[in-house]
Structures are given as structure tokens and as C-alpha cells.
T-cell receptor, first 114, second 116 residues
Framework: DTGVSQNPRHKITKRGQNVTFRCDPI?????LYWYRQTLGQGPEFLTY????????KSRLLSDRFSAERPKGSFSTLEIQRTEQGDSAMYLC????????????FGSGTRLTVV | AQKITQTQPGMFVQEKEAVTLDCTYD???????LFWYKQPSSGEMIFLIY??????QNATEGRYSLNFQKARKSANLVISASQLGDSAMYFC?????????????FGPGTSLSVIP
């Protein structure tokens, strides 16, 4: 298993454009999380899936953000009508179960909105 | 309200010395979990250690140990025998409750620099 894979690693887009990121979790992990991290800050929770069900969504996730996890496998995070404030590192993580299991994070997708 | 507080924005430690990174948390739940993660300059978050609120013993993982003081709501990370590769950002994190909603929140982090 190669761990959690995120694509693309970097994305530069013009303000107002739509972008989509992909996350492939560790295959046996049923839980998948999206976080956003800005420079010098800790990751902020965005949303969480257990299998294909989106169980929680942060208020940080405006109507321009949507996430899916079809068939409980990979996940996509889409940002519509990007704004400069969306520039950040978008981190995906997966885990198996609850309790003492830490998350396994991907390397992230760095979004720059110009 | 800030749930996780890390009061040390930056720390320096001499190689081979021990260092303690502070973390305090705020929760009204009786059941919760505490985590520490490391983020090197490469950017990937690495899980280090976990402490459950009902665990009686402090967690240890190799050179990492968690000094858990429940009454003070603190969960400090102790790194023994620091190595140059320990230079990184360190994040304290917490999962509240025992629900199926598995949300972990992170603190602002502490930057650790190990000096040769």
C-alpha cells in the first residue's frame, strides 16, 4: 500500500475558476477527512466521510465547497468560483476505525488563487 | 473558543537533549482522545502518539512520551534525545466524545529547531 495519495500536488488557478482535488485513501480505511491548512496554522477540519456517507461538514465549508466519496473509495473536493482566500494547503487523511488510530495524511494539494 | 492551546510558537533544543512541548485543551466531555503530530518541512503530517482520557498510564512511543495531566487538562509531548531530524512543526490535537462523528481538531503548532 502506498499510503494516502493526493492529486494534484500543486494547483494555480485564476480567481473565479473551479478546481477539483482528488484523494485516494489507504484501501482498507473506511474513514476519510479533508482539512485546510494556511501558512503558520494548524489544520482546520472541513469534512468527514465514513464509507460513502458525509457525516459532518464544517461551517468553514461554504456553499462553494463540495466533497464526495462515491462508493466509499476515493474522494473529491471541489471549490467553485475560487477566491484568493481559498489559497491554502488542502490535506486529506484516512483512518480505520476509532480510538487510538491516528490519521494517515497525504502530502496535500497546495492551491494558489491568483 | 480555542480548544487546543500551544503557547510556544518556537522552541530550540540542543541535539541529544530532551525537550517538552506544551499543550492544553478545553473540553467538557469525559471521554476524549489526544494526539500529537509532526509536520516536517516536506509538509506531510505524521502521527506520533495517542492518549485516551481514560488511560491510566502516560503513552510512550519510542523517544516520544505524553505527559498527561487530566486535572490540569494538559498533554505535553516529551521528546528524549533530540535528533536533527526532529526539527519540524508539532501539532497537538483532540477528538471529543465517543460518537461516531470522528472529528479531530488541531492546535496552532510549535516549531521545534534542533541545534547541532
Amino acid at each position: 500500500d502506498t499510503g494516502v495519495s493526493q492529486n494534484p500536488r500543486h494547483k494555480i488557478t485564476k480567481r473565479g475558476q473551479n478546481v477539483t482535488f482528488r484523494c485516494d485513501p489507504i484501501s482498507e480505511h473506511n474513514r476519510l477527512y479533508w482539512y485546510r491548512q494556511t501558512l503558520g496554522q494548524g489544520p482546520e477540519f472541513l469534512t468527514y466521510f465514513q464509507n460513502e456517507a458525509q457525516l459532518e461538514k464544517s461551517r468553514l465549508l461554504s456553499d462553494r465547497f463540495s466533497a464526495e466519496r462515491p462508493k466509499g473509495s476515493f474522494s473529491t473536493l471541489e471549490i467553485q468560483r475560487t477566491e484568493q482566500g481559498d489559497s491554502a494547503m488542502y490535506l486529506c487523511a484516512s483512518s480505520l476505525g476509532w480510538g487510538a488510530h491516528g490519521y494517515t495524511f497525504g502530502s496535500g494539494t497546495r492551491l494558489t488563487v491568483v | 473558543a480555542q480548544k487546543i492551546t500551544q503557547t510556544q510558537p518556537g522552541m530550540f533544543v540542543q541535539e541529544k537533549e530532551a525537550v517538552t512541548l506544551d499543550c492544553t485543551y478545553d473540553t467538557s466531555d469525559q471521554s476524549y482522545g489526544l494526539f500529537w503530530y509532526k509536520q516536517p518541512s516536506s509538509g506531510e503530517m505524521i502521527f506520533l502518539i495517542y492518549q485516551g482520557s481514560y488511560d491510566e498510564q502516560n503513552a510512550t512511543e519510542g523517544r516520544y512520551s505524553l505527559n498527561f495531566q487530566k486535572a490540569r487538562k494538559s498533554a505535553n509531548l516529551v521528546i528524549s534525545a533530540s535528533q536533527l531530524g526532529d526539527s519540524a512543526m508539532y501539532f497537538c490535537a483532540m477528538r471529543e466524545g465517543q460518537t461516531s462523528y470522528d472529528k479531530v481538531i488541531f492546535g496552532p503548532g510549535t516549531s521545534l529547531s534542533v541545534i547541532p
